[in-house]
Structures are given as structure tokens and as C-alpha cells.
């Protein structure tokens, strides 16, 4: 047979458990402090539009990833940055037959880069130390097996200075 203990052991087994539980609690303040760093005090290239001239005489039969290479010409300059400890990215749409080229009007012809002689893949930031810039360089390439058309092309992107 079970012993009962009756309605005041559990009124007197739930109130030790309730005292236990308000001998947990404990107030504290908490400080939150941080330093929000505003984006780099940096202007690219004056905040005009960069350029880069192929000229008007490539041969569509030469377009090869390799020809035409052209330097890309950017300056940036910072004023009083937080830190010279900056990353460099240029942000763009990726052609349909490579994700690590530029694309262009022109479907079956894109825009490779190299950011200090190195493959640059679109959207992928390179770290470098104000005021040593990166050398940024830009050659058309062309879907493997097509055929190029003659006519102008242009590609566009964005070039976004940032703290690493």
C-alpha cells in the first residue's frame, strides 16, 4: 500500500521549489560598447568613370584571352583612413559561358581580369595596404568555339574600395 502524503506535502514541496527557484535568479547590468567604422573616406578615380580603351582595331580572330590585354586605369584616394588595411573588388554580371568574367553586350565575348597579374574573379575582393593600389588589367575573351561579330562592345561594373 502507498502512503499518502496529502495536499500539504505538495503545497510545502512546491514552495521549497519555488523558493529554490527565486535563489537562482540574479539581476545584472549589461554594457554593450562598440565603435561603428563609417565605409573608407576613399574616392576612385576622382568619381569619374573608368575607362578602358581597347581601341577600335581588334581582330575578332585574335580576341583570345590573351591579345588586347589592357592595364585598367584607376586611382584611389583616401582621406585620413581608419585603417590602411583596404580590399578591392570589382562587382559585375558574369557572362552566361564563364561566372568569372564580365559580361558584355555582345553574347558570345566577355571582359577577364587580373588584378596584379593574377586571374580576378568577378565579385571576390583582393586585400591590399593604402596607398600601394593594386595593378588591375582587363582582356576581352570570347566563348570557346564561337564565332565573333564585328561592332563596338562595352561591360559594366562597379569598383568598391573597403576596409578588410
Avoid: H
Avoid at 10 to 23: R, Y
Avoid at 35 to 55: D, E, H, K
Wanted: aromatic letters at 10%; a positive charge; hydrophobic letters at 45%.
Amino acid at each position: 500500500m502507498a502512503k499518502s502524503y496529502g495536499p500539504w506535502a505538495i503545497f510545502i514541496g512546491g514552495s521549497l521549489l519555488w523558493a529554490l527557484n527565486q535563489g537562482v535568479q540574479a539581476d545584472t547590468n549589461l554594457i554593450i560598447r562598440a565603435v561603428i567604422i563609417a565605409p573608407p573616406p576613399c574616392v576612385i578615380n576622382s568619381g569619374s568613370t573608368l575607362n578602358v580603351p581597347f581601341g577600335n582595331d581588334l581582330l575578332t580572330s585574335r580576341i583570345d584571352g590573351v591579345n588586347y590585354r589592357r592595364d585598367v586605369p584607376y586611382t584611389v584616394s583616401c582621406n585620413a583612413p581608419f585603417s590602411n588595411a583596404l580590399t578591392l573588388e570589382l562587382k559585375g554580371t558574369s557572362a552566361a559561358f564563364d561566372n568569372r568574367v564580365l559580361v558584355t553586350r555582345k553574347p558570345d565575348l566577355g571582359v577577364k581580369l587580373f588584378v596584379n597579374g593574377a586571374d580576378w574573379p568577378l565579385n571576390t575582393a583582393v586585400n591590399f595596404t593604402y596607398p600601394n593600389v593594386p595593378v588591375v588589367q582587363a582582356v576581352p575573351v570570347k566563348r570557346a568555339g564561337s564565332t565573333l561579330t564585328g561592332g563596338t562592345f562595352d561591360a559594366a561594373a562597379t569598383l568598391v574600395v573597403d576596409y578588410q
